[in-house]
């Protein structure tokens, strides 16, 4: 499903409305004390900032250049205010850098309620930029001072967003829980507006969990407040939501209305954003209804409209629909032209994810300069400065020198890391399997079978895509490993006319969304069950994945019905056993590198099934259960 529109809440200070025009503001500048007028520069500021940037701005520069070095409050106040006209002018870079410079003031000024909201201000920008774990520590920090300043609104706001990032980690029960938490202070507080918008991401996240009918009560509440508060632009996007909804049991009709109902109001109110959604969802009941053509018409409007708004995520969704809807229609030309750009996008929205963690180095480096600047804040003020500077040298020399020690560490670990993951990149996709695999497409388009060829490759470009994506991660969850194990044993299957039956059994003490272990560790083995085992020689060949929670572990246990261990290597040439051995080779070496880090091994046992009277092979993971918080 295309992504539901839910709702972030900027969690700045209130802003006060001034009547006074800007003229009669710098007259009587002149008539105030210092510290008065200071005072001043910051309120017209804050104030101003959302309906004039450019003059809040102004007012932000003169509070900062008058404020002394010792005024901390002020230099905070004076940086804070400029984050607020970057943000109100959307230059959220720029935003996020003035928020980080107020920190080390207001921390020093003990302004615990401004700093609370310059947290969960700058969580809100690395919400912006899909960074949800940077995301997550500020509004953390938020939430921390918030409960202690007994700030019950500021509470309910940072367990909204931080509902908000747990819904794209995709853990909705986390999310339904904080939203809940959130809901339950706004009732307290009687504020309508917030009732609505959190009953309004409460219908999504429902939807996504599967409880339509508890989505629609939720959308109906988020409706009836929005009409009262004459809320244009929410309406809208309720209307939206429950056209999805409708979509979803099959009331066509409704749906139908609820979408033109939405257009209709996102194009008087000129929201770009809000009609990419409603044209996308209009487009998935035309799909649905088998009005393909018709679907394209309108994710081709999406297409045109986003453009100019750049929502790069729902760009990847919206593409993917046209190549299944090009492809039901039988236009193959556009089906692999638009299925090209969906990878192309998918690629760079990974780099993007990718390159969000190197950027991390330079997060590292800025909290540290932060630390440097608090120190020196405070430094000020002491009598002792020479043995301050003393120390201080002594503290960079030693940081220096443990920080070269742990980095040449680091890199000796690194290069071996790198290593291990090509030899287990060239092990998971081995050249066999990819030659045998687009053989197998060569032969589909031989016999003319262009739909099977399509889908075929579409389903090895994404197997690719996920070993590639995965294979750099130290832990995944169980739901993310069944994922590509389907995909893997599917698509070797279909290379053997599907004739072997496969299954993968989850204990159902085990949460999938929850649950993480290494990336990848039963491939070699499932290979070798396709390509030395000779299942596809059975009539009742299969293969049996089951993950079950054994006390504190996991038995991750891979079996076969095929020709077992000592039959296998006595029947098969050298090229054979060197690839067994090779494979058994890398697993005990990632293994080995795994459990340096941890203090419960991960053991490995691979035993002939013949001991207990049985065909084929048992190969059998003992991993420590980790739960991800």
Excluded at 152 to 167: D, E, T
Excluded at 500 to 520: G, N, R
Excluded at 546 to 557: L, T, V
Aim: charged letters at 25%; proline letters at 2%.
């Amino acid at each position: 499903m295309h992504k539901l529109l839910t709702y972030l809440l900027f969690a700045g200070l209130p802003f006060l409305c001034y009547a006074n025009p800007i003229d009669s503001i710098n007259q009587k500048l002149d008539q105030l004390s210092r510290e008065e007028k200071l005072e001043a520069l910051h309120e017209h500021s804050i104030s101003l900032a959302p309906t004039d940037p450019i003059q809040a701005q102004i007012y932000a520069r003169e509070l900062l250049k008058l404020s002394k070095k010792d005024q901390y409050r002020y230099k905070g106040l004076a940086h804070y205010d400029l984050g607020e006209t970057y943000y109100y002018m959307e230059l959220y870079k720029e935003a996020l850098d003035s928020y980080k410079k107020a920190e080390p003031y207001l921390i020093v000024a003990n302004d615990s309620s401004r700093l609370a909201g310059n947290y969960s201000n700058i969580g809100l920008i690395y919400l912006y930029q899909a960074n949800y774990k940077k995301s997550l520590s500020y509004y953390e920090k938020s939430l921390q001072l918030e409960t202690k300043l007994n700030d019950s609104l500021g509470v309910a706001k940072s367990l909204q967003n931080i509902g908000i990032i747990f819904g794209n980690w995709s853990r909705y029960e986390v999310q339904e829980d904080y939203y809940k938490k959130a809901l339950k202070i706004y009732k307290k507080l009687n504020d309508t507006q917030s009732i609505a918008d959190i009953s309004l991401n409460l219908g999504v996240t429902m939807i996504r969990q599967g409880a339509t009918n508890e989505a629609y009560d939720y959308y109906k509440q988020a409706l009836k407040a929005y009409v009262t508060t004459k809320d244009s632009s929410r309406i809208a996007s309720v209307y939206t939501n429950l056209g999805y909804y409708c979509t979803n049991v099959s009331q066509y009709d409704e749906a139908l209305s609820y979408f033109q109902k939405s257009i209709q109001i996102f194009k008087q109110i000129n929201e770009k954003s809000g009609l990419i959604h409603a044209y996308t969802g209009l487009g998935d009941l035309m799909a649905v209804q088998g009005n393909n053509k018709g679907a394209i018409e309108m994710y081709m409007k999406c297409e045109e409209i986003n453009a100019t708004v750049g929502l790069l995520h729902t760009q990847q969704e919206n593409i993917y629909s046209l190549y299944e809807n090009y492809k039901a229609i039988g236009d193959f030309e556009n089906a692999i032209r638009v299925l090209e750009e969906y990878h192309q996008i998918k690629d760079s929205i990974y780099s993007k994810e990718q390159f969000n963690k190197i950027l991390q180095l330079e997060d590292k480096f800025i909290h540290q300069k932060n630390k440097s600047e608090l120190t020196a804040l405070k430094a000020q003020n002491k009598l002792y400065a020479i043995s301050s500077i003393l120390l201080l040298f002594f503290l960079i020399s030693g940081g220096l020198f443990a920080f070269y020690y742990k980095r040449s560490k680091r890199l000796i670990k690194n290069q071996r890391l790198m290593s291990l993951e090509q030899k287990v990149l060239r092990t998971q996709m081995n050249p066999h399997f990819i030659f045998n695999s687009l053989s197998a497409i060569q032969c589909y388009v031989l016999d003319n079978k262009t739909m099977d060829a399509v889908d075929f490759l579409a389903d090895f470009a994404s197997l690719m895509r996920m070993v590639l994506q995965y294979s750099q991660e130290e832990y995944i969850t169980l739901e993310q490993e069944r994922s590509i194990l389907d995909h893997y044993i599917s698509l070797q299957n279909k290379r053997f006319g599907d004739k072997i039956k496969y299954k993968i059994v989850i204990d159902e003490h085990l949460e999938k969304s929850k649950t993480m272990i290494p990336p990848m560790l039963a491939q070699p083995f499932i290979e070798n069950s396709f390509e030395h085992g000779e299942l596809y020689r059975r009539e009742n060949g299969n293969i049996t994945v089951k993950f079950e929670k054994k006390s504190k572990n996991i038995s991750f246990c891979i079996e076969d019905n095929g020709i077992g261990i000592s039959r296998n290597t006595s029947s098969k040439n050298h090229t054979t056993s060197t690839h067994k051995s090779l494979a058994m080779k890398i697993t005990k070496e990632r293994l080995k590198l795994i459990n340096k880090n941890i203090h419960n091994k991960v053991g490995l046992q691979v035993e002939n099934r013949a001991k207990y009277g049985q065909d084929g092979t048992r190969v059998e993971f003992t991993i420590p259960l980790v739960e991800m918080n």
